[in-house]
């Protein structure tokens, strides 16, 4: 159990302070927008500025509020939209801000730590009458085309101004830098939009509370489908809280998750990746359980935030049929060593999370949608192209279940190519080849290749597939091992049987 205070606990402190001090550090060179009317003050002494909308022409025009609302905001007129800015003292480079719809100056420590950080505050009213609508794009001109705030802002929303932000957002994926959820509301209205989302790569965090009901019905659901849409998504469940408080009482993690995805550069893809491609990002389901002293709790949290995370890539070779997927670490090993596999790397796959610590780049070569299998003319074809661009020459081939058998056939028909095998609970059967890789161990025994097989001890493929591979092979000289895994069937290897299989594959 981790019981650093959470800003250690990230894991990237550094990183994020490097980033705000680089956003004070270079705010000389933005020019600060200015805002026309009556201008009022905010929590410290901020600037506010207060507009109305008309809910027809569209008119924006300042407005005089009553000094009674103090920080808050009173409903609208009818016909209108109250419309707010907060100005930082010093804005930051690039005029970043964020966005509230519905509950201004609810839990607002957030948006003050963002102000000190040279973001603007802004919120447009919206209530369970007051929905997205035009009156939301109009003041997205307005602030972005008239004053010069960043073209991509970053939304806060709290409860129902969960759901609203994500309306909106997901109408204008390519308007948004990061959504900040707060045990947000929505339904199926948000769940069949996020296709978008996941492709502009917008970056979410919810914060939500174990017990609160709408973690269950809208928050995980989201994460769910977010995340198998390659979208970047990290959670915080505030163990035992319900649907309020919302936000943290030290607000310092939510501002730093905000503050560095303005500030995030494009991902160039690597020079193999040719033609019509999508970028996604892959990282493991895996949670930390984190003690959050300043709050008074612990927290729950998961996520690319707070895991490692790694790009990935999907893209078309001319002439070849099916799409080869590669996974790349962060930095490659010595080597640039590979993993060369026919069945598509999950999140569950810790394995391959391992491997893409350890600097080796996971590849899925393309299987076809009007054949059996693979092609082994086809895989030819990726391995001369990752070649061709530096990657090692004798990559690593896997397989899982009956994945392994179309590894194997290539290995058989490339045995000079591979550096070794490594099978999870395998079935040696392929239709790359029209021999079986059981068959045909011979060109890999001669050639020398090693091969280990973590199976589970129930696995009903063991006996016949594994053991019976070891025996042949070891007749004809070659190296294998088999790991059982007592008490387990045929499922992936955990967690706790990691290491062995990692050090294989890495030659150690």
């Known amino acids: 159990m981790n019981r650093n205070p959470s800003s250690q606990l990230f894991g990237r402190a550094c990183l994020v302070l490097a980033l705000t001090l680089g956003v004070v550090a270079s705010s000389k060179a933005a020019e600060a927008p200015s805002f026309e009317g009556e201008k009022s003050t905010w929590h410290g002494d901020f600037d506010r500025y207060d507009y109305l909308i008309d809910e027809q022409t569209l008119l924006i025009e300042p407005f005089r509020r009553d000094p009674d609302e103090k920080f808050g905001v009173r409903p609208p007129p009818r016909g ?31 948006e003050v730590e963002l102000l000190r950080r040279g973001f603007h505050i802004v919120y447009v009213s919206a209530d369970q009458n007051l929905k997205p609508d035009r009156t939301w794009d109009a003041w ?9 705030l960043s073209k991509k802002p970053a939304f806060i929303g709290m409860s129902r101004g969960g759901q609203y932000a994500y ?11 990061c959504i900040y959820a707060d045990n947000p509301g929505g339904g199926p209205e948000i769940f069949g939009k996020l296709t978008g989302l996941a492709a502009a790569d917008v970056p979410i965090l919810h914060v939500c509370g174990s017990i609160d009901p709408l973690l269950g019905r809208v928050s995980t659901p989201i ?10 998504i990290s959670v915080m469940i505030k163990e035992g809280a319900a649907h309020h408080p919302h936000s943290l009482r030290d607000a310092t993690p939510i501002a730093d998750f905000i503050t560095q995805q303005v500030q995030q550069v494009a991902v160039v893809p690597p020079p193999f990746v040719t033609g019509r491609a999508t970028h996604s990002t892959f990282y493991g ?3 930390d359980y984190r003690d959050f002293p300043k709050e008074g ?27 080869v997927d590669v996974i790349v670490p962060k930095t490659p090993a010595s080597g640039k060593p590979w993993v060369f596999r026919a069945d598509y790397t999950s999140r569950d796959s810790v394995v391959d999370l391992a491997l893409l610590e350890e600097g080796v780049a996971i590849v899925t070569g393309p299987v076809p949608y009007n054949a059996d299998g693979p092609s082994l003319k086809a895989w030819n074809t990726v391995y001369d192209l990752l070649v061709g661009h530096g990657l090692s020459k004798k990559p690593v081939m896997v397989g899982e279940g009956g994945a392994a058998g179309e590894a194997y056939a290539w290995a058989i028909a490339n045995p000079d190519k591979v550096s070794r095998i490594y099978g999870d609970n395998p079935v040696l059967r392929c239709t790359m080849t029209q021999k079986q890789p059981l068959d045909d161990l011979t060109p890999l025994a001669k050639a020398g290749v090693p091969i280990l097989h973590s199976c589970g001890a129930l696995d009903p493929m063991l006996a016949s597939q594994s053991r019976e591979a070891e025996r042949r092979y070891k007749e004809l000289g070659g190296t294998m091992t088999v790991l059982v895994r007592e008490g387990e069937g045929h499922r992936p290897t955990s967690a706790e049987h990691v290491k062995p299989v990692v050090d294989f594959i890495l030659g150690r």
């Open 80 to 110: 209108k939209r109250r419309c707010i800015v907060v100005a930082p003292k010093t804005p930051a480079l690039g005029n970043p801000w964020s966005w509230r719809g519905c509950y201004w100056d609810h839990q607002p420590q957030t």
């Open 140 to 148: 997205y001109a307005f602030l972005t085309e008239k004053h010069g």
């Open 167 to 177: 309306l909106w957002a997901t109408a204008n994926p390519d308007k948004v830098s």
């Open 223 to 232: 994460e769910t489908i977010y995340s198998q849409l390659g979208g970047r």
């Open 285 to 287: 389901r895996e949670s």
């Open 297 to 323: 709790t612990h927290i729950t949290c998961r996520g690319p935030w707070f895991r490692p995370n790694f790009d990935r890539y999907s893209f078309n070779l001319a002439g070849v049929e099916g799409a």
